[in-house]
């Protein structure tokens, strides 16, 4: 296998599986380094870093994607340097990976997907991210090891939030400046226990959707949602209180789809 590939090629997990096209998740700011690299880069397997140090090692930014699968080492350091991405960072099944430490100088990247990294536990090492349009972090093998968003503490600005399945997320308070989305998808976050890291959360423009989050018992906190343009869905969340759910969300001023409540706890 060669150690790099050169191509506009699909991430391991397709784009479609988050309602995001691979037009939109390239239809960000253009990235603006001195030097950056025209295109994308897929690096994988031991000599990944190397390959990527190599790559990226007269450049400062990507124009395209990066995609890092079974990355063979605890951090980014490989990366350094790099202060923007155009299109997506997306990590895949990379065992070893521990922190994104490397990334400290990346201060844009449209999207960041996530998926099946058991001993990266925060994000810390995106200090410096403000703006992105799309955090997308996936587990559909119980192999993530993701506990918090802690890392993205100066984010003001996001579009898609997206998480399903990190058994360990107990909290998303990094989120706390949050004031709108366009959709908010929260499934099978079996730690997490309330929302009060979207307690600035003002409106969401498409859906929202919690469900099956087993230890959820409250939406206390989660309170300045104003208006959702689409659907609210709040199902089968054992631990929360239907009638605290109901009250939730008949409290949303302004709801443009339908409005689903069931199954949720005594």
């Known amino acids: 296998m060669l150690p790099f590939l050169l191509a506009a090629c699909a991430p391991p997990v397709p784009a479609e599986d988050s309602g995001i096209d691979d037009d939109e998740s390239s239809a ?27 790559l990226l090692a007269d450049f400062d930014g990507i124009t395209g994607s990066i995609f890092l699968d079974n990355w063979p080492e605890e951090d980014l350091s490989a990366l350094q340097g790099i202060r923007c991405i155009d299109g997506r960072l997306d990590i895949h099944s990379s065992v070893e990976l521990r922190s994104l430490r490397g990334l400290d100088h990346l201060t844009q990247v449209t999207t960041i997907q996530l998926s099946n990294l058991p001993e990266l536990t925060t994000l810390d090492g995106l200090g410096d991210v403000v703006e992105m349009e799309a955090l997308l972090v996936y587990d559909y093998d119980g192999h993530s090891g993701l506990e918090s968003f802690d890392g993205l503490d100066r984010l003001r600005k996001l579009q898609y939030l997206d998480v399903s399945g990190p058994r360990g997320l107990a909290q998303i308070d990094a989120l706390y400046r949050i004031t709108a989305l366009e959709t908010l998808w929260l499934y099978d976050l079996p730690g997490l226990s309330d929302l009060s890291g979207l307690g600035a959360l003002e409106s969401v423009e498409d859906d929202v959707e919690i469900l099956r989050n087993d230890s959820l018992r409250s939406l206390a906190g989660f309170d300045a949602l104003e208006r959702v343009g689409d659907n609210v869905r709040v199902l089968d969340n054992p631990s929360l209180p239907q009638a605290d759910a109901e009250a939730w969300a008949a409290a949303i001023n302004e709801v443009g789809g339908d409005v689903s409540v069931q199954g949720n706890g005594p």
């Open 28 to 54: 960000g700011p253009v990235c603006p380094a001195e030097h950056p690299f025209a295109g994308s880069v897929t690096v994988s397997g031991p000599n990944a870093p190397a390959s990527a140090a190599r």
